[in-house]
């Protein structure tokens, strides 16, 4: 997991991937108070963005999660969530496998040690090998978020 905000992208470009770099100039230039809910294209399948808004949820009602085909990075531009986050080892538990149509492996809880609080403004980047479990309350209060999430191909 890689995380950031906004202002400091430009610093990082030179370190990732072409494919990354576009997700990343994409969340930079970006005014998002100005798209509609929606999924965007970016370069075709190879990169794309899904913008949505919802409220946060207790951890507990959050299932943990993996992609196999797409690094997720995830921009929170109004709002704030935490994301719990671990790696994939063989003692995680799959639950639901709809990655064939989906791109989704769902996961029973990991017992998460590690997590991170995405305020407006910040993102953080998850790779297939990490379960992650997104859209969760900071401290129990939910929050209305808009959050982008830009799909990589891995």
């Not at 969340?27 to 970016?42: L, M, P």
């Not at 946060?56 to 986050?85: L, M």
């Not at 479990?133 to 959050?147: F, G, H, L, Y």
Request: glycine letters at 4%; hydrophobic letters at 35%; charged letters at 30%.
């Amino acid at each position: 997991m890689l995380q950031g905000n906004k202002k400091d992208i430009e610093k990082l470009l030179p370190y990732v991937s072409e494919r990354l770099q576009k997700a990343l100039a994409y969340v930079a230039a970006t005014d998002f108070s100005k798209v509609e809910n929606g999924e965007y294209e970016i370069d075709g399948r190879n990169v794309f963005a899904r913008v949505n808004t919802y409220d946060t949820e207790p951890k507990a009602e959050r299932r943990p999660e993996k992609h196999n085909d797409y690094i997720d990075v995830q921009f929170v531009a109004r709002g704030e969530e935490t994301i719990w986050y671990t790696p994939l080892t063989a003692d995680c538990v799959e639950t639901e496998n709809k990655a064939e149509k989906e791109d989704v492996i769902f996961y029973a809880d990991p017992q998460e040690k590690n997590c991170t609080v995405l305020n407006s403004g910040d993102f953080a980047i998850f790779f297939p090998w990490e379960l992650h479990r997104p859209n969760c309350s900071v401290e129990k209060i939910a929050s209305n978020v808009q959050k982008i999430v830009v799909k990589v191909k891995a």
